[in-house]
C-alpha cells in the first residue's frame, strides 16, 4: 500500500506561482511513477503531468507545458508541481497519484492508477 498527501494548494490571482506537494508513505520503492491530475467542477478528472521513479522522463499536458514542472525528491518521497503563470482556468482540485505498472502508453489515463491523494485546491482569480 502507498499512502500519498497533498499539500501547497490555495487562492492566488493569474499570473502567480504555486508549488504543490505530495509526499508518499509506504510501499514506495515500488512505485515506477508518479502523477498529478487535477478536476474542475463538473468536469472530468484531467491528466496534467507526470514522472518516473528516477525523474529521468517526464510528461505534461499541453494545456500546462511550459508553465508547470514535474520534480521529485527521492530521499523525501516526494513529488513537486511548480506551477507558474497560473490562469483561472487552471482552478480545480489537484491530486497526486502513483501507478505501480511498468506501461508508460498509458500515463495519461487516470483509471491506471493504483493509489490517490484526498486532492488539494487551486484557485486562481482573474
Known amino acids: 500500500q502507498v499512502q500519498l498527501v497533498e499539500s501547497g494548494g490555495g487562492l492566488v490571482q493569474a499570473g502567480d506561482s504555486l508549488r504543490l506537494s505530495c509526499t508518499a508513505s509506504?510501499?514506495?520503492?515500488?512505485?515506477?511513477?508518479m502523477g498529478w491530475f487535477r478536476q474542475a467542477p463538473g468536469k472530468d478528472r484531467e491528466f496534467v503531468a507526470v514522472i518516473t521513479w528516477s525523474g529521468s522522463t517526464t510528461d505534461y499536458a499541453d494545456s500546462v507545458q511550459g508553465r508547470f514542472t514535474i520534480s521529485r525528491d527521492n530521499t523525501k518521497n516526494t513529488i513537486y508541481l511548480q506551477m507558474n503563470i497560473l490562469k483561472p482556468e487552471d482552478t480545480a482540485v489537484y491530486y497526486c497519484?502513483?501507478?505501480?505498472?511498468?506501461?508508460?502508453?498509458?500515463?495519461?489515463?487516470?483509471?491506471?492508477?493504483?493509489?490517490w491523494g484526498q486532492g488539494t485546491q487551486v484557485t486562481v482569480s482573474s
Open positions: 509506504g510501499r514506495t520503492v515500488s512505485v515506477p511513477k
Open positions: 497519484a502513483a501507478d505501480n505498472s511498468l506501461s508508460w502508453s498509458q500515463r495519461r489515463r487516470a483509471n491506471v492508477y493504483d493509489y
